[in-house]
Each structure stands twice: as structure tokens, then as C-alpha cells.
């Protein structure tokens, strides 16, 4: 017989004896119950782990069955049943030095392992199923060994599954299905989730990519599932999104491995360049832009649009606006971008440009000019179409003026007063010093219109000689000595003049009298009209044409003279 525990099977921490069964013997039973102080052995020990004696022969290990006995189903088998009244003997062999390779270990349970340790018998090795070893701890799984490599459970936040020996709360823990967190010290500081997305600081991910502050709060970046990558710093907890701050010497965007914008260190925000200017008021800026999407060295675009088709677009609409104010965006001037009517949607975009100023004492811009869709201009009103430029003064005083004309040393050149006095300066070339003996009379007609008064027979038709009933009705006009109350007498209200009554002229002759034939008005749109009277009004004599009539006089005076004088001389003959 070879030497017993020479091949045990189990480790066990020293000799047991086995619990005596020989009451049971009968001389038939061939099986009985192997315990240990009334209890199944742990681990349970293996055929040739045991010596087993009965009448006071050792029985020969034989797990075949053919002869002695064998160890199966927590029993102990005899070939051959034990008569009554023979005695039993039984130990379980320690064996921790006698372990050899290729021995066959019970597959033991997690609640009792088949290699376990003395002080501690629910903690050790069993076999958790084909081809898997296992480790049990206080009866609890703790690992296994496969052919696909090692299986740790699943751990805690507290406790991970994968730790150091001196550092048993940080680690690596499974905290769901198909989920990997990272422990640091009892706290989780990143974890995996089951769809692959990374979060740390968070253990409910939110994106590919998401940091978190351990709240609520985080920084995340996804794909948004068709077209594009995002970045967002969002309070998951309140569903709003919050501040992000990137910090950088410059920071820059590119598009395809080529940079197209930058911030740079000193925070001007460059488009097209990689250099902000150097010279100018340009150097200063905080936005530059340089070239166009076709090249660097093109000129540059500055882009505003609305958010609607051309066709849908109504008369008016805003199309942008820049504004200029303070810190806090109070307005001091915009310059605005508008429809100036409605687009056809294809080929018609009528547009047009206003300039505001906010006045003293107020807090919202006032449009001050405008440029219309046909180029026309208006300063001080909208402007008109049939009108380059168009100026409205600020009233109707005769102390502002709608329009004034300098020279480089600001020397009046020209000024329109608001209740319509012309100033033409007193340069030396302006009309009050730049005098002629040949010049032509200047007719103001009652619009307002200057015209030069010609004599030229190329301007005349259907001539005739003055007729003398003409000339001898101008003897019935009244002469008259008067003060004037004309706005541009008011310096001299003292002064007497000679003259005619319009009016009384016109009774006599119309031809003779300036005529009131227009009236100036607004119309719907606010634009400055002239409308014809109804009546004309008599408002001047036109003393020129008074000189036809009075040399039809004076000739036939002189005529009547002269044949006086020959017949006060015939009768002197006489």
C-alpha cells in the first residue's frame, strides 16, 4: 500500500478525527454519513485524503469501489458492509505539505470553498463552473478565473471590486450593466456608461464627453447624432445652460486643419489673418477682418440679414442695425438698415439706409438722414422721389437755418434760412461784391423759383405794337406814399417809400402785378408740394414793365408837343 497523504486532495489545517460509526454497522450497509463532531467536514475530504480502519484493519483507499473504500456524496463506502460489533477508526489527513499537481479538489460552493483557510472556512477557492475558478470571501463571490481572463464583482463606490491592498477605496467598480466607474478615494471621479460615453464627476453621463463639478453642472460634448459635434457647459438639474470660460495666450478656431478666426492675447478677434494691424485706429480695434471667403487679399464683407425670404419681407422691416453707446447699451447714435417697399422675392431688394442721433436729454436715437432706395437723400425728413437732395430745417424761425455752405476757413459761402432768406456771403466773388453794369433782372416767382428776365426776341411769340389804351391806362393808377411792413424792412420801420398798391394795379392792368399762383403744402407721405390756387393772389407791381407803357406816352407826348410847337410858330409867322 502506497504512503497514506502521500496524494491528498483538500488542505485541511490538521488531523480529524472522523465520528464513529460502527453503531451502524449490520453487516449490509455499505454507506454511511462521514462527519466530524456531527458535522459534514469543510472542506469535505477526498477518498484518499482519509484513513479509514475497521476491525482493526486499514482499509485500502479505492475509489473503483472493488475493494476497501471510497469517499462520494459526503459518505463513506465500503466494498465490502462491515459486520456488527466491529470497530471504526477514521481520520482526515492534513495534507498542506503533501500537495501535489494533478490532484483532483472537490468543486466546493461559494459558502464552502474547497481550498479554504482555518480561521476562516467560508473563504477561499471553489470551482464556479467549467473551466472557472472562483474566490468566495465570508461565503460572498469575490472573483473568477476563466480562459477569457479574470471576473471581479461588481464593488461598491466604497469598496471597488479592483483596489490596492493599502488603498482599498480607490479603484474600479462596475456599478451597472455595462458600466465601469473609477473610484478615488470612496468617491466616484469617472465613470463609462453602457453606451460608451465618458463622465467625469458624473455618474449620470450626459454626452460622449462630460466633467462635471460633482452636481448638477457640467461640460459636455457630443455628436448630435447626424451632422455635427458640440460643446456645452449645462445645469442638468434646472435644464438651462451656464457660463463657459476658455482660457488661452489666444485661442483659435480652424475649419479642415486651417485656422480662420482667432482671439488674440490682447482679445481683438481676428477673422482671415493671423495678425491684428499695426498701424492706424485699425491696431485698436477688437474686431478685424481681413479678405473674404475667397482669399485674404480680397476686400472684406460685413454681413446683416433678416431671417426671412425677399418675398416675405414687408415694406420697412428692419434688416439690421449698428448701434454706438455706453457699457450698458444705451444708445447715443444707430445706423439702420430697412426695406424701403416690399421685394418681388427675385429680383427687386429696395433697401435703404437711416442715421439716428439721440439729442440731449433724451435716451432713444432720432433718424436724422436718410438715403432711399432710388439714392435720393433727406436730411431732416425722409426725402422724396424727386428730389437729390432734400434738407428740412429744425423750425420755422428765422434764427436756424436748414442749410448753410462754408469755405475751409468756415467763412459763409451760402445759407437758406428756415423762413426762406437766401444768404450768399460777402466773399469776394459772392454776388454782393461781385458787381456788373450789364447784369440781367432776377424774377422770384411765388414758389419760390429764381429766374433770370430776358428781353431776347428768341424767347418771344405773336409780338405786337403796345397798344396806346394800354399805355393811357397806367394814368390811372394811384401813386401812393407808404411804410412798409415787410419782413425785410423790419430794420427801418421808419423809413417812407413811393410806390403803387398791387392790387389797384391789377384792377388796371394785370400784367403789371407779381402773381401768387402756388402754395406750398405736405402731402400724405410728408413730402413738400407746390399746389396751384384756385385765384391768383396780387402780390407785387413789376415797375419794369412800366417803362413800355411810359415811353408810349412820352412819344406821343413828344408828338403832340411838336405840333403844338409848329402851330405856336405859325402863328408867330402870322
Known amino acids: 500500500m502506497g504512503y497514506l497523504g502521500l496524494t491528498p486532495t483538500t488542505a485541511q489545517q490538521t488531523y480529524l478525527n472522523v465520528d464513529d460509526i460502527s453503531g451502524s454497522f449490520n453487516g449490509s450497509t455499505t454507506s454511511f454519513a462521514l462527519l466530524v463532531g456531527g458535522v459534514a467536514p469543510s472542506p469535505f475530504p477526498v477518498t484518499n485524503s482519509c484513513l479509514i480502519s475497521v476491525g482493526g484493519v486499514v482499509q485500502r483507499p479505492d475509489d473503483s469501489g472493488t475493494e476497501g473504500f471510497r469517499i462520494s456524496g459526503g459518505n463513506i463506502i465500503f466494498s465490502s458492509a462491515p459486520g456488527t460489533g466491529e470497530d471504526f477508526f477514521g481520520v482526515v489527513l492534513a495534507g498542506a505539505d503533501y500537495l501535489n ?12 470553498p474547497s481550498i479554504t483557510f482555518q480561521a476562516d472556512t467560508d473563504t477561499g477557492i471553489y470551482r464556479g463552473g467549467s473551466g472557472i475558478v472562483s474566490v468566495a470571501s465570508n461565503g460572498v463571490a469575490a472573483g473568477s478565473f476563466s480562459s477569457t481572463g479574470f471576473s471581479a464583482v461588481a464593488g461598491t463606490v466604497g469598496a471597488p471590486a479592483i ?8 479603484g474600479i467598480y462596475f456599478p451597472a450593466a455595462d458600466n465601469i466607474g473609477f473610484v478615488k478615494g470612496g468617491v466616484e471621479a469617472l465613470r ?18 462630460h466633467v462635471s463639478n460633482g452636481g448638477a453642472q457640467g461640460l459636455e460634448t457630443d455628436w448630435d447624432g447626424s451632422s455635427f459635434w458640440y460643446l456645452q457647459a449645462y445645469n442638468r438639474s434646472s435644464s438651462s445652460y451656464i457660463p ?7 485661442l483659435r478656431w480652424g475649419i479642415n486643419g486651417s485656422e480662420k478666426a482667432r482671439i488674440d492675447s490682447s482679445g481683438r478677434l481676428l477673422f482671415g489673418t493671423t495678425t491684428a494691424p499695426t498701424v492706424g485706429d485699425s491696431q485698436y480695434a477688437l474686431i478685424s477682418i481681413q479678405g473674404n471667403t475667397t482669399g485674404s487679399t480680397g476686400d472684406s464683407f460685413l454681413s446683416f440679414r433678416r431671417g426671412q425670404t425677399p418675398g416675405n419681407i414687408a415694406s420697412g422691416a428692419g434688416l439690421g442695425t449698428i448701434v454706438f453707446g455706453a457699457s450698458d447699451g444705451s444708445p447715443y447714435a444707430t445706423i439702420n438698415g430697412n426695406t424701403d417697399s416690399t421685394g418681388n422675392g427675385g429680383s427687386s431688394y429696395p433697401g435703404r439706409l437711416s442715421f439716428h442721433t439721440t439729442a440731449s436729454g433724451t435716451t432713444t436715437p432720432t433718424e436724422r438722414m436718410r438715403i432711399r432706395t432710388d439714392g435720393n437723400v433727406g436730411i431732416g425728413q425722409n426725402g422724396n422721389s424727386i428730389v437729390r437732395l432734400a434738407v428740412s430745417g429744425q423750425s420755422t424761425t428765422g434764427s436756424d437755418y436748414a442749410l448753410a455752405v462754408y469755405n475751409s476757413s468756415t467763412q459763409d459761402l451760402f445759407a437758406l434760412r428756415n423762413d426762406g432768406l437766401i444768404y450768399t456771403g460777402t466773399r469776394t466773388a459772392s454776388p454782393y461784391n461781385n458787381t456788373t453794369g450789364a447784369a440781367s433782372n432776377v424774377y422770384v416767382d411765388s414758389n419760390g423759383a429764381l429766374y433770370r428776365s430776358t428781353s431776347s426776341i428768341r424767347f418771344k411769340t405773336a409780338v405786337e405794337t403796345l397798344d396806346n389804351q394800354y399805355a393811357d391806362a397806367l394814368l390811372s393808377c394811384r401813386p401812393v406814399w407808404y411804410r412798409s411792413t415787410a419782413p425785410g424792412d423790419a430794420l427801418h420801420p421808419d423809413w417812407g417809400y413811393w410806390g403803387f398798391i398791387a392790387e389797384e394795379v391789377a384792377e388796371i392792368d394785370p400784367r403789371l402785378v407779381f402773381w401768387k399762383t402756388h402754395e406750398t403744402e405736405k402731402d400724405e407721405d410728408g413730402n413738400t408740394v407746390q399746389v396751384e390756387l384756385e385765384e391768383p393772389i396780387a402780390e407785387g407791381v413789376q415797375y419794369d414793365r412800366f417803362v413800355p407803357h411810359l415811353l408810349n406816352l412820352i412819344k406821343r407826348q413828344g408828338e403832340a408837343i411838336a405840333e403844338l410847337q409848329a402851330e405856336v410858330a405859325a402863328l408867330k409867322g402870322a
Not at 499537481?101 to 464552502?112: E, K, L, Y
Not at 483596489?163 to 480607490?170: A, E, L, V
Not at 463609462?192 to 464627453?209: C, E, H, L, P
Open 101 to 112: 499537481v494533478g490532484a483532483n479538489f472537490p468543486d466546493g460552493t461559494v459558502g464552502v
Open 163 to 170: 483596489s490596492t491592498i493599502t488603498d482599498t477605496n480607490t
Open 192 to 209: 463609462i456608461d453602457s453606451s460608451g460615453r465618458v463622465g467625469i464627476g458624473a455618474t449620470s453621463v450626459q454626452a460622449k464627453f
Open 244 to 250: 463657459l470660460q476658455i482660457n488661452g495666450s489666444d
